[in-house]
């Protein structure tokens, strides 16, 4: 079974750090961009970062640059997040996902979140 | 960077009718735009990658349709399990961006 596992939320004081894991099964984890996504409470969607298959590239969003870095160990199958300075407003659920990779006219590209995990709750409070 | 917005942010519709929710793009995006379907108190489900191409498993009455600014996805005949709320995703460019989503109802 196609399977992300996230861990490592919890409470922790604005200032701080966590590092979030993910641990995926079911499938070649080395082959896929991995994301993580996470999702304020009531709140909608929002993407945070992506990696490469091999970790070469890393994108962030603007919010979290400098503060988080995400990262993978492929031999584990294992995708990472790790938050520092974290701020009240990085309260959130936090899922990891896998990129859809497709192909098209010859040419293929990557999009989309088919897989998601459960997520793992981060709260930022004093 | 570019801004994805739903519209409209809530509706409310029969069982049968035909429920369309638009997306539109800041910025052209060709056709790298997906949406995702999120039941209450579950994980977002991909409904739809590149515009228009159907996720595995997904209902044929779900389709997708639009390119560069203006999106649309339409339930052809709503379900009472289509209750969710519907987010698109643009994938052009980093940040990934998700617009706000829309609330679908059974009226």
């Known amino acids: 079974e196609v399977q992300l596992v996230e861990s490592g939320g919890g409470l922790v004081q604005p200032g701080g750090s966590l590092r979030l894991s993910c641990a995926a099964s079911?499938?070649?984890?080395?082959?896929?961009?991995m994301s993580w996504v996470r999702q304020a409470p009531g709140k909608g969607l929002e993407w945070v970062a992506n990696?490469?298959?091999?970790?070469?590239?890393?994108y962030y969003v603007d919010s979290v640059k400098g503060r988080f870095t995400i990262s993978r160990d492929n031999a584990k199958n294992s995708l990472y997040l790790q938050m520092n300075s974290l701020r009240a407003e990085d309260t959130a659920v936090y899922h990891c996902?896998?990129?859809?990779?497709?192909?098209?006219?010859?040419?293929?590209?990557?999009?989309?979140?088919?897989?998601w995990g459960q997520g793992t709750m981060v709260t930022v409070s004093s | 960077d570019i801004q994805m917005t739903q519209s409209p942010s809530s509706l409310s519709a029969s069982v049968g009718d035909r429920v369309t929710i638009t997306c539109r793009a800041s910025q052209g995006i060709s056709n790298y735009l997906a949406w995702y379907q999120q039941k209450p108190g579950k994980v977002p489900k991909l409904l739809i990658y590149?515009?228009?191409t159907l996720q595995s498993g997904v209902p044929s009455r779900f389709s997708g349709s639009g390119s560069g600014t203006d999106f649309t996805l339409t339930i052809s005949s709503l379900q009472a399990e289509d209750v969710a709320t519907y987010y698109c995703q643009k994938y052009n460019s980093a940040p990934w961006t998700f617009g706000q989503g829309t609330k679908v109802e059974i009226k």
């Open positions: 990696i490469k298959q091999d970790g070469s590239e890393k």
């Open positions: 079911g499938f070649t984890f080395s082959s896929y961009w």
């Open positions: 996902a896998r990129v859809v990779g497709y192909c098209s006219g010859g040419r293929c590209y990557v999009g989309g979140f088919d897989i």
């Open positions: 590149a515009a228009s």
